[in-house]
């Protein structure tokens, strides 16, 4: 019963090692985020009346990426199947249409009637 | 068993001489007040559901009586102005959160979902009884305070109304659907879960009853779309409470921001809506015109399209509140596109009827209602999707009369119809067909009688939530009002003969109607554990010939019994 | 007499081995849930139940970051100032704690699923840990909070921002210009949306750390490391959900600009 158990339990066990490395870069990660908000790193302009500026492309950037450390180690995603995969990218596909599509409106209320 | 072949014909009832419920049924398994608040079988709490969401529909129904006995007349006669907008807000609460999200996921959803993929029950029994509980807390909740006061900002909650200038329970409402947000939240999920993990042997995604599939899209929109309700509601109490001012313009808040969260939800919870009605459709139409949905891929995947546009185009509620052109032009654009799914729904259910062999059964009449009317209330919906001619429309009582046409032309009708399809299974009894047939028919004249004079009434300007008009719109008001009594009528008698069938209804053995599914091949009432073995699915769903064979196999097995 | 219907015992959907009992009542573990056909489905179904409870939260976030992004596009300087109101030092350890508490979360899940007992019990105790003193850092910030003034509503005052220099350790750092009125007033917009994310973030780790709790007492009893991990394992993707939470308020809204 064990055996069979070991063998279609496709549970993977992700090692400490793994753990403390990804710790490490978290913490390395923090560390990054404030010391880049220390700066001003300018600002894209794109066209007039559209700037993009680097600090928070930047902190959003390191988060995310910190994010996507938890998730695919700390929370196993990458060890896990596909539903799981597509569960996780439906949420944050949902969460970006709501933050995304609510904004649109409001960039675009400057632009004037037409 | 009849002695021809079961096929052709549909009501196939048993021996009512020697047939008899069986004893062992869910219904009988336990008794005391007890095993029924403390179950965790899914039959048992869609049945507490279904006595829950009865009674929630009487009292929202009043208040659609009193509304329309109000607006008889021109003038404010029946009730003061402030407490129409109460009596207009809380039938829109009660009827939406306490009636249509919950009426056929959780009623018959609950029921059906574990018996159609041929599982022993939801994934979650106690998830489920928990969503049943915060139900009951928050219908309370919403009734308590009617009671005491009620509130009178309009379903809609809309700021700064509700958060400065109201002195109405605006916090104990919003806390009432809050909570019944997480019961709808708790059932979605469960469903979700049962229908990726619990399907039986054999049964992939493309052999489910079309039934399945759309409370399974109706699922993601309650789980993904619910939690911004709730998130919108907490906002709304806090600055109602605190006086903070995220949706306050004189502190730099913004009442927009209030409609894009709600709206978020509450677009996707018409879908929420809609959707499992769709599914009781599939599931009729097929059954009473003997063949199976015609391009049942297409179907399948309409309901989960509807599920994903649906979260796209929330803003056309907003069209004139102020939000930029540009996201007007994208989100009108967007709802174009998801017309299309429910339109495709519609064209297959209509090539699923031709060439078939119709009959009028109640469930079927109702259908019929439903197609008919949702395709109207539909194609409303068009010309509001438009934003041209949404200035003129909105907030006038063409959308009352489309939204009407959805929801109880659409919705109701096929609540009605999924209810008599499935009482047999449910209690072992038939109802009476032909005064059910005829209260069919009263609901739909009723219905149209009612809602169709408030499409004109909108077209001529007549505003939404006004409980006094100009006297020209009287007459198109009183004949509303007349179809509505009709409608009443309409409703009060399957209350009434249900109850009776209860008790007096023929017995319906298995399968009365000869349908496909695999809750048609368990007793009626289902055993506790729906299934004595979990079944193998071997067949593709409406397989009608699959059903014959089956029919021809047991009456040679009989035949041989009989003859030894 | 025989059901119509097919009899399956263990069909192949539901598990690869032949011997899966299947019958009235057959073999298996005290914690499988009847309407389960194996261990293997149920602990499948409850993890990808959390994730769908997950998705609900990132949702129900989802409204307050809208919230958040708006106000502070409309309102960048207001928000600016606001944020040097609060610690970086605070912050940050706060961040490293919660890290440091998903870290041994993540640890406790692998005790549990190498079936030691006392490992998890040292891990799940420091989570506890570090999720206590993360709470206990955002006590002392929101008392600090309280003593300036800086919660919105009734008491709420702008002073720190129409005349930054009567704030000499803020201003010691920023050198922030003063505010015109009507924009120092926007920093309450500011506070209350710092309040109610921090807040509902700090109600979602007390309710956390209550379960914690729960889970220590059961797991000195043994209860987890059996082979039954999977409510340790639920328990963590909600505790690593959290700490995401976190990690994007923190650069929201503490990095905004601290130069």
Not at chain 2, 90 to 110: C, E, K, R
Request: aromatic share 16%.
């Amino acid at each position: 019963m064990s055996e069979q158990h070991e063998q279609e339990h496709e549970h993977h066990i992700v090692s400490p090692v793994t753990y403390m490395i990804i710790f490490g870069a978290l913490l390395v990660g923090t560390a990054l985020t404030v010391l880049a908000s220390y700066f001003d790193l300018g600002e894209w302009h794109i066209a007039p009346g559209l700037t993009l500026f680097w600090n928070p492309v930047v902190a959003l950037a390191i988060a995310t990426t910190k994010m996507m450390l938890v998730v695919l180690f700390f929370m196993h995603v990458k060890y896990s199947s596909k539903l799981t995969k597509l569960t996780v990218a439906a949420g944050f596909f949902m969460f970006l249409v709501l933050v995304g599509m609510t904004l649109a409106d409001y960039f675009t209320r400057a632009w004037g009637r037409w | 068993m009849s002695p021809t072949t079961a096929v052709s014909t549909i009501v196939t009832l048993p021996d009512q001489s020697t047939a008899r419920i069986p004893k062992m049924n869910f219904l009988t398994k336990e008794n005391g007040l007890l095993s029924w608040l403390l179950t965790g079988d899914h039959k048992r709490i869609a049945t507490l559901y279904l006595i829950s969401i009865t009674f929630f529909f009487f009292i929202g129904g009043a208040l659609a009586g009193l509304i329309r006995l109000e607006l008889l007349t021109p003038q404010t006669s029946l009730m003061a102005a402030d407490t129409y907008n109460k009596v207009f807000t809380m039938h829109g609460i009660i009827m939406i959160f306490f009636f249509l999200v919950p009426s056929v996921p959780a009623t018959l959803g609950n029921f059906l979902i574990p018996m159609m993929i041929g599982a022993k029950d939801l994934a979650l029994p106690k998830v489920n009884l928990l969503s049943w509980y915060l139900y009951i807390i928050g219908g309370c909740m919403g009734v308590y305070v009617m009671a005491s006061g009620g509130v009178d900002t309009g379903w809609t909650f809309t700021t700064p109304l509700s958060t400065h200038y109201v002195n109405t329970h605006v916090i104990s409402t919003a806390m009432a659907a809050f909570i019944a947000g997480f019961s709808s939240v708790f059932t979605g999920l469960n469903f979700i879960v049962t229908i990726h993990k619990m399907r039986c042997p054999g049964m992939t995604w493309f052999r489910l009853p079309l039934f399945v599939w759309s409370n399974y899209a109706a699922s993601i929109l309650m789980v993904l779309g619910t939690p911004v309700l709730a998130i919108t509601l907490v906002l709304v109490m806090l600055e109602r409470a605190f006086g903070i001012g995220v949706f306050d313009p004189t502190k730099g808040g913004d009442p927009i921001l209030f409609q894009h969260l709600f709206w978020f939800y509450s677009h996707p919870a018409v879908y929420i809506m809609i959707l499992p009605g769709m599914g009781v459709i599939s599931e009729v139409v097929s059954t009473f015109s003997r063949k199976r949905v015609f391009g049942y891929t297409a179907v399948a995947f309409s309901s989960v399209a509807i599920a994903v546009f649906g979260f796209f185009v929330w803003a056309h509620h907003m069209f004139i509140m102020g939000i930029s052109n540009y996201a007007a032009l994208i989100f009108s654009l967007l709802t174009m596109l998801v017309a299309v799914p429910s339109a495709i729904k519609i064209f297959n259910w209509a090539f699923t009827l031709y060439k078939g062999s119709i009959t009028f059964e109640t469930p079927m009449l109702y259908a019929f209602g439903f197609m008919g009317l949702f395709t109207i209330g539909g194609l409303t919906g068009v010309f509001l999707g438009t934003t041209g001619t949404d200035i003129h429309l909105t907030e006038t009582y063409f959308i009352v009369a489309h939204f009407h046409f959805v929801m109880v032309g659409g919705m109701l009708m096929a609540f009605l119809s999924g209810m008599h399809f499935w009482w047999p299974k449910w209690t072992g009894r038939m109802y009476p067909e032909k005064i059910s047939q005829f209260a069919a028919v009263v609901t739909f004249i009723g219905f149209n009688f009612t809602f169709f004079p408030q499409f004109i009434l909108g077209m001529l300007g007549m505003p939404r939530r006004y409980a006094s008009y100009p006297p020209e719109f009287q007459a198109l008001n009183v004949f509303s009002t007349a179809g509505a009594s009709i409608l009443g009528v309409g409703y009060l008698l399957p209350i009434i003969y249900l109850t009776w069938s209860l008790k007096y209804g023929a017995v319906a053995g298995n399968n009365p109607w000869q349908a496909t599914g695999l809750e048609w091949q368990t007793q009626s009432p289902p055993l506790t554990e729906n299934f004595t073995e979990i079944p193998v699915m071997d067949h593709e769903a409406y397989d009608y010939e699959w059903l014959e064979k089956q029919d021809l196999a047991k009456m040679q097995a009989e035949k041989e019994v009989a003859s030894v | 007499m025989s059901d119509s219907t097919a009899i399956a015992n263990g069909g192949q959907a539901l598990s690869n081995s032949a011997n899966t009992a299947n019958s009235a009542h057959g073999e298996h573990p005290p914690y499988q849930r009847h309407h389960f056909a194996s261990v293997e489905q149920q602990a499948d179904t409850t993890n990808f139940a959390m994730w769908l409870f997950l998705l609900t939260e990132i949702m129900f976030f989802g409204g307050l970051f809208t919230s958040y992004l708006i106000m502070r596009n409309w309102y960048y300087q207001a928000f600016v100032d606001a944020s040097h109101q609060l610690s970086i030092f605070w912050g940050t350890g706060n961040t490293v704690v919660l890290i440091a508490s998903s870290f041994t979360m993540a640890m406790s899940v692998w005790s549990a699923e190498m079936k030691r007992r006392k490992s998890l019990l040292i891990y799940l105790c420091l989570t506890l840990v570090f999720g206590l003193t993360f709470l206990g850092i955002k006590g002392i910030e929101w008392h600090e909070k309280w003593e300036k003034h800086h919660i919105p509503g009734a008491h709420y005052s702008v002073q720190s921002f129409l005349n930054p220099q009567s704030d000499p350790e803020v201003y010691k750092e920023y050198q922030d210009k003063p505010l015109p009125p009507d924009a120092a007033q926007k920093t309450e917009e500011y506070f209350f949306l710092y309040f109610a994310m921090t807040g509902m973030h700090a109600l979602h780790m007390v309710i956390g750390i209550g379960i914690l709790v729960f889970m220590i007492f059961r797991a000195k009893a043994g209860a987890y490391t059996t082979g039954h991990v999977t409510f340790v394992e639920n328990f963590g993707l909600y505790w690593h959900f959290v700490d995401i939470i976190w990690i994007y308020l923190f650069a929201l809204l503490y990095l905004i600009s601290r130069h």
